[in-house]
């Protein structure tokens, strides 16, 4: 597939600087509705962006998750299975499931990642619209 110069803007700002946010990546890469063609372009472009956050992956040593460890790492701390250290009144720092928040928050992240939230409705069909000329006489 060949990309626009604005749909390679979409890719390296939405692995990048938009950390994964489609709406920002396709501001950041000009497009004129970013609300509605980010997601529209997240959806076009899913392989060209695995490619390149494979790319990144390869690059860097592995330091990025894959979409699979990604999506298991949502799905555990959504169920409560993930653990975060915090400072208790004692001074002490004790490790406490992940907030309720935070477990939505990964929850939506996860939904997104699946597609599950993206308005797009697809109206199909044909209209025929048959416009007669009728008999008129200008002699009434």
């Given at each position: 597939?060949?990309?626009?110069?604005?749909?390679?803007?979409?890719?390296?700002?939405?692995?990048?600087v938009s950390k994964f946010n489609a709406t920002d990546a396709a501001r950041r890469a000009g497009y004129k509705h970013p609300e509605v063609?980010?997601?529209?372009?997240?959806?076009?472009?899913s392989v060209e962006i695995s490619k390149r956050m494979q790319e990144l992956r390869e690059k860097s040593g592995a330091s990025i998750m894959s979409q699979q460890e990604?999506?298991?790492?949502?799905?555990?701390?959504?169920?409560?299975?993930?653990?975060?250290k915090v400072v208790a009144n004692t001074g002490k720092v004790v490790e406490v499931p992940v907030s309720m928040k935070d477990r939505i928050k990964t929850a939506e992240l996860l939904g997104k990642s699946y597609g599950m939230f993206i308005d797009k409705k697809e109206v199909s069909g044909d209209m025929n619209i048959d416009i007669g000329v009728g008999d008129y006489d200008d002699d009434d």
């Amino acid at each position: 597939m060949k990309l626009t110069q604005k749909q390679k803007a979409f890719i390296d700002a939405y692995c990048s600087v938009s950390k994964f946010n489609a709406t920002d990546a396709a501001r950041r890469a000009g497009y004129k509705h970013p609300e509605v063609q980010g997601s529209q372009n997240l959806a076009k472009l899913s392989v060209e962006i695995s490619k390149r956050m494979q790319e990144l992956r390869e690059k860097s040593g592995a330091s990025i998750m894959s979409q699979q460890e990604l999506a298991e790492f949502f799905t555990r701390v959504t169920q409560g299975q993930e653990t975060e250290k915090v400072v208790a009144n004692t001074g002490k720092v004790v490790e406490v499931p992940v907030s309720m928040k935070d477990r939505i928050k990964t929850a939506e992240l996860l939904g997104k990642s699946y597609g599950m939230f993206i308005d797009k409705k697809e109206v199909s069909g044909d209209m025929n619209i048959d416009i007669g000329v009728g008999d008129y006489d200008d002699d009434d």
